[in-house]
């Protein structure tokens, strides 16, 4: 896992993002490691590689899948333990909406993460004029074997690179109404 974590401002969402409407070069570490990613594919001729991405929000204490067809819809996602499937033992997020979409490309991987990006919840305020409101994860699933040797162990890993919304101080952001309401969630869904 890679977080971005810090005082709203800061730059997190810059670092993870990067600036979409700029230059190459001024891509964030999401798309980096992307592109990293389906690189080393390619590279391993021998391997069948399959990635699946997910990208969720945590906004005012519930959680969203920004993939789904209507996010506002699909907010009863819940952390449960994966016990059904031995290759993947590790926390997840289940709930109606929530999917892991298979990419067949670097092309694919990045549409999603930005299409997620654009759902996520942002506001103006004194510190930041396009602040994050919630906290984000994209996760990246890979699971590897040997071409048409299906004998050969599969490898399984997952990358989560989350975007952690900016800590605040009301004080100094002098924020009010829902933007009070969110940025008391912000601190406290941390431990989310």
Do not use: W
């Amino acid at each position: 896992s890679i977080f971005a974590y810090g005082q709203t401002g800061a730059g997190k969402t810059y670092t993870m993002s990067g600036d979409v409407s700029a230059a190459y070069n001024q891509r964030g570490i999401v798309p980096r490691a992307i592109h990293h990613l389906f690189h080393e594919s390619e590279l391993r001729g021998d391997k069948e590689i399959e990635v699946r991405v997910s990208h969720l929000e945590i906004y005012n204490d519930v959680m969203y899948d920004l993939l789904a067809d209507d996010v506002t819809q699909a907010d009863n996602l819940q952390i449960v333990d994966r016990i059904d499937d031995p290759r993947f033992p590790e926390t997840f997020a289940a709930g109606t909406g929530s999917r892991e979409t298979y990419c067949a490309n670097e092309a694919e991987a990045l549409a999603y993460f930005f299409a997620g990006e654009a759902n996520r919840a942002t506001a103006a305020h004194i510190l930041n004029k396009s602040s994050s409101r919630s906290h984000c994860i994209f996760t990246i699933y890979l699971e590897s074997r040997g071409v048409g040797d299906s004998s050969e162990k599969t490898t399984v890993a997952k990358l989560n690179l989350v975007d952690l919304a900016g800590s605040e101080r009301v004080k100094k952001t002098s924020v009010s109404g829902q933007q009070l309401k969110e940025a008391n969630f912000i601190n406290r869904s941390l431990t989310f």
